[in-house]
């Protein structure tokens, strides 16, 4: 169960394109169509972005969008806002021996 | 709107026992799955295990296979998690997350932290 990859940290101005990678193996994130990424501010709970690779729940803006190609899987955040800074960690279903869900190290943004 | 409460965290000693509880409200918590996900201090996510719908499957993370239990009460929407023998390294926040219409963890409780130390 190795954690994805994920760059340490990323930055952008506001208005700016931002985009996250994720990297995996055929196990997880090349395997499934089942990745998700989630965003957490300091002290607070993580919240839910983007689902299966590059579905958005309900009252998420459509600034951010997913998608996946291999077993690299991306976010990316268009018309960056101060509010958009924060860590954001991709998750992947797996199934190596047994089901079970692989986070990566996480990605702190910072907005300039 | 969906709610998700932890309690039951606290400061045991290595080797302790300690239950966690996450109280559901907001939706049919009957028929969908639930996680629990850890987070070290000043560190990233962990998963930790996950239940189904109605308990008929559970699976764990390696770090905490043959120690942890993961349960549910459907009849009172209470997901439970039995930590035994803890260990230094089980500190940190531990949040029980959903799997509804949004897939895995979408909705998150405010997490609860867990100290072991002596």
């Known amino acids: 169960q190795s954690a994805l990859t994920q760059p340490r940290s990323v930055s952008g101005s506001p208005g700016q394109s931002v985009t996250i990678s994720c990297t995996g193996t055929s196990s997880d994130v090349g395997g499934y169509n089942y990745v998700s990424w989630c965003q957490q501010h300091p002290g607070k709970a993580p919240k839910l972005m983007i689902y299966?690779?590059?579905k958005r729940p309900s009252g998420v803006p459509d600034r951010f969008s997913g998608s996946k190609s291999g077993n690299t899987a991306s976010l990316t955040i268009s018309g960056l806002q101060a509010e958009d800074e924060a860590d954001y960690y991709c998750?992947?279903?797996?199934?190596?021996?047994?089901?079970?869900?692989?986070f990566g190290g996480g990605t702190k943004l910072t907005v300039l | 709107q969906v709610q998700l409460v932890e309690s039951g965290g606290g400061v045991v000693q290595p080797g302790g026992s300690l239950r966690l509880s996450c109280a559901a409200s907001g939706f049919t918590f009957s028929v969908y799955g639930m996680h629990w996900v850890r987070q070290a201090p000043g560190k990233g996510l962990e998963w930790v295990a996950f239940i189904r719908y109605d308990g008929s499957n559970k699976y764990y993370a390696e770090s905490v296979k043959g120690r942890f239990t993961i349960s549910r009460d459907n009849s009172k929407n209470m997901l439970y998690l039995q930590m035994n023998s803890l260990r230094a390294e089980d500190t940190a926040v531990y949040y029980c997350?959903?799997?509804?219409?949004?897939?895995?963890?979408?909705?998150w409780g405010q997490g609860t932290l867990v100290t072991v130390s002596s």
């Open positions: 299966d690779v590059s």
């Open positions: 998750c992947s279903y797996a199934d190596t021996y047994t089901p079970n869900w692989v």
């Open positions: 997350a959903s799997k509804t219409l949004y897939g895995n963890f979408d909705y």
